[in-house]
């Protein structure tokens, strides 16, 4: 018996290199011999030789060794089995990918004279698989994508399958099916497990209406804050219609919720121009929606572009003012900032990293009142353009005291 394990674990080992040889042979592998389809085929070929070979011997293996032996053997301890797996799926589904891009199918048209006679084809961009982190909000949308993409291609194994949807999840998603081994057999398994787990309309719906119902107020009237406050309603509203959820009569009940996170001029603005059309029927949510959308594109229109600085550029500004008014040197009192003081500058660097510990400094801007770790200035170090003053930087080939950075 020891024998027959012996022989096993010697062919695994030999398949494992050659297919190991095989991946290293195809990076090397000029792009020019990498775009002929029968070198691709031949190619696909050899390898499905391999890893019968293999899975063959692992069998085989199984059968002669008990569950206490295997508990011991290295190339079950270490999982072996499923990293030469890997390998497979890794090289076959690239390789499949070449040929297929190289072998367009033809058979789609009546007419291949067309496709002859073209001076040029137009290559789309391959669509990107999605991914899932385990919101149930985004579950419906990577639901359909992943369904149309991989769970219903005919063309790809189980294999395949269930190896996309291990690399298209990640967060709580992807502890759940983290002990599901990648096997053929497992692909049902992994799929029906995400399914039962995500696929729960209450729960979205739960979801959907709680984005709805915490929507931010607008603090006052601004283009940005009304977009974001349209898009959001727009995207939640459709995302209910798509679980069938009927939202035809929910008109006053969004206009009204809506309408209290509007700034109190717009929402001033929308009472008079709703009144004026009918003071006696309710306005729908297409009324709402048409008056945000020309509301923000006449305020994009009409608001000067030096009023439009970012939050950042805004809190940079108060930082900086901040700081202009209280420019009196923490070391020798005088007028001017910690950086053009002389007596500062005179210190070793030792003494101004201590100095600025001692007086509990930015070691970045070297202001008051804050750390390193939340200092907005834009700026580091000249020399290693790490997040401390130049005049902090410890040069390496000294002995000093380390760099205190976050």
């Known amino acids: 018996m020891a024998t027959q394990a012996d022989q096993m674990l010697s062919i695994l080992e030999d398949t494992a290199s050659l ?17 002929k389809p029968g070198y691709l085929q031949t190619r696909i070929q050899t390898i499905e030789e391999y890893w019968n070979t293999f899975k063959k011997a692992h069998q085989e293996l199984l059968k002669c060794t008990t569950r206490e032996q295997r508990g011991v053997i290295s190339y079950f301890v270490n999982e072996e089995f499923f990293h030469q797996e890997d390998l497979y799926i890794c090289m076959m589904g690239d390789l499949k990918d070449l040929l297929t891009a190289k072998t367009p199918d033809l058979s789609s048209t009546s007419n291949t004279s067309c496709i002859e006679h073209s001076p040029m084809k137009v290559k789309l961009p391959s669509i990107k698989l999605p991914t899932f982190s385990g919101n149930y909000e985004e579950w419906p949308t990577f639901k359909d994508l992943f369904i149309s993409l991989i769970h219903e291609c005919t063309k790809l194994s189980d294999i395949e399958k269930i190896h996309y949807l291990k690399t298209s999840v990640t967060g709580e998603a992807a502890l759940l099916l983290k002990h599901i081994q990648p096997t053929s057999a497992n692909y049902i398994q992994a799929w029906e497990s995400l399914t039962h787990r995500y696929n729960n309309k209450r729960i979205i719906v739960n979801a959907l209406l709680k984005r709805l119902f915490a929507l931010k107020k607008c603090s006052h009237q601004s283009a940005v804050q009304l977009k974001v406050l349209l898009d959001t309603t727009s995207e939640i509203i459709n995302s209910l219609k798509n679980l069938n959820v009927n939202t035809d009569s929910w008109d006053p009940l969004i206009v009204f919720l809506v309408a209290q996170k509007l700034d109190p001029e717009s929402h001033k603005e929308w009472e008079q121009a709703a009144y004026s059309v ?3 029927d309710l306005s729908t949510w297409k009324d709402l929606r048409e008056f945000l959308e020309a509301t923000f594109r006449a ?8 009023s439009t600085r970012t939050t950042k550029e805004r809190v940079l500004h108060v ?17 001017h900032t910690l950086c053009h003081c002389n007596a500062f500058n005179k210190m070793t660097i030792k003494e101004r990293g201590e100095h600025v510990k001692t007086n509990k400094l930015c070691f970045n801007c070297l202001g008051a009142g804050h750390s390193v770790f939340k200092c907005r200035m834009p700026m580091s170090c000249r020399i290693c353009k790490r997040r401390h003053h130049t005049l902090l930087h410890q040069p390496k080939n000294t002995s000093a005291a380390p760099q205190v950075e976050p």
């Open 278 to 280: 009918n003071s006696e």
């Open 319 to 335: 930082t900086t003012s901040e700081n202009e008014k209280k420019k009196s040197c923490v070391l020798c009192k005088d007028v």
């Open 299 to 306: 305020l994009e229109l009409v608001t000067p572009a030096s």
């Open 19 to 35: 297919l190991k040889k095989t991946q290293i042979n195809l990076k090397k592998c000029p792009k020019e011999r990498l775009s």
